[in-house]
């Protein structure tokens, strides 16, 4: 449902960015000091907890200032964003509000004197490269790079053995290997490799994004689906692993958790942030590793380095948005002891490069047979391809979900991205 809520919300918010006039133009006067801001983010026990903690360090700058932290569910927050910046009326929003990295830049097109410049509140090179694209506008830092969605391959050590491979055999691994291995480990052990759930393209999104390619042009508009190597090779692949029999269809999160807690599937290839979920199952500890995602085979662009998600902080251009941008900046901005008790104690793999120097980025992981799991993830993660996710993902990826299905059912993959890119055309305007 948030993914038409998306593509709803992008037509009005181009049509607001015409009409919001003078009412925008009075919050851009200058903030008032103040004892307190706000800010708005979702997950209580991730972005919430970052927050919590951030508070918390902040006390050593500024022990007076009040951060009141509001829980809201993602898709609540798109809608109340969009509501009230789409009538031109900053009442009722936070100083600071968190936004997935997909979505920033329908945001910022539209209402760019809405959010306020982060240029001066931190060094854009101590981040993620990657990261700074889908944050920025016309050179201009809005947004604060907070978690990576660094990818990797998860993989059961047991299940591998049991086949007759080894770790080594999962180094600099392209799709193709992951294929062979896949087929050998499903003879032997009977345990399909992963999960997939046909709703949800997130595996394609990494695929394309290891060879620097995306649904949409460098300019983040135009939409770049007929003639798009990576993209033909990611839905060639795609259709591989499932005629190999190496999937475990799921249709939803829960489902998706069981197939690896259950011992199910041999693999999980996702984003960083499911560490956490893998280690709940406390009595598979020490049959894990990970490994660097699998490459496209047939792509010279392509790395062993991909990206899943991920969300940034960005300050609204309201009264007390000086103190926001300087809470930001003394937190997740520059703060490398703060990042380590992330890392910690709620598992948080942030993209400030320099934390990546500390103890707790160093350490081993026992759950993960001893293997330093959050360092190779920061090696990962300064690997990843930089490309401008734009205006569109999600409306984009409503078209590919349906003619996935149609390729599947024997649809020409040249004709699937021919069909998709005018359908594309047509709905993005």
């Known amino acids: ?48 907890k970052a927050l919590e903690m951030a508070k918390e360090a902040y006390k050593a700058e500024d022990s007076e200032l009040n951060v009141k932290i509001v829980e809201n569910a993602q898709a609540d927050i798109i809608q109340k964003l969009n509501t009230s910046l789409s009538s031109g009326t900053t009442k009722g929003l936070p100083n600071i509000v968190l936004i997935e990295d997909y979505r920033a830049q329908s945001f910022l097109q539209a209402y760019p004197d809405m959010f306020y410049e982060l240029t001066d509140s931190f060094k854009a090179e101590e981040f993620a490269d990657y990261k700074i694209a889908p944050t920025s506008l016309d050179g201009k830092n809005y947004g604060l790079p907070f978690d990576t969605g660094v990818t990797g391959l998860y993989f059961r050590t047991d299940y591998l053995e049991e086949a007759g491979y080894s770790e080594e055999d999962l180094k ?28 949800d393209l997130g595996i394609i999104r990494t695929m394309i994004q290891s060879a620097g390619s995306w649904y949409l042009k460098e300019d983040g508009v135009t939409p770049n689906l007929a003639g798009n190597e990576a993209l033909k090779e990611a839905f060639e692949t795609y259709k591989a692993i499932l005629d190999a029999d190496l999937v475990k269809p799921v249709s939803d999160w829960s489902q998706f958790v069981a197939g690896f807690n259950s011992g199910d599937v041999a693999t999980v290839p996702s984003g960083n942030w499911i560490t956490a979920s893998i280690k709940a199952e406390e009595s598979q500890s020490g049959k894990w590793t990970v490994a660097a995602q699998p490459r496209l085979s047939n792509n010279p662009d392509s790395v062993n380095a991909s990206n899943l998600g991920g969300s940034s902080w960005y300050v609204l251009n309201v009264p007390g948005k000086e103190k926001a941008a300087e809470f930001l900046g003394k937190t997740f901005g520059s703060n490398v002891d703060f990042y380590q008790k992330l890392n910690t104690e709620i598992g948080a793999i942030g993209t400030y490069k320099p934390a990546a120097e500390g103890e ?70």
């Open 1 to 48: 449902m948030k993914k038409y809520l998306a593509l709803f919300l992008v037509s009005i918010l181009l049509l607001a960015a015409c009409s919001s006039g003078s009412k925008t133009e009075e919050a851009s006067g200058d903030s008032k000091e103040t004892n307190e801001i706000t800010v708005w983010a979702w997950d209580p026990n991730f972005n919430i």
């Open 172 to 199: 600099d691994m392209d799709w193709n290997k992951y294929i062979e291995i896949g087929k050998k480990v499903k003879e032997t052990t009977g345990k399909h490799m992963l999960t997939l759930d046909p709703k």
């Open 360 to 429: 707790a980025y160093k350490a081993a992981d026992e759950f993960f047979g001893g293997q330093k799991v959050i360092t190779d993830f920061a090696a990962m993660t300064e690997k990843i391809p930089q490309v401008n996710y734009g205006l569109h993902t999600y409306a984009i990826e409503d078209i590919l979900a349906v003619e996935m299905q149609n390729y599947l059912k024997g649809k020409d993959i040249d004709k699937v991205l021919e069909d998709a890119q005018a359908q594309a055309e047509a709905q993005i305007k």
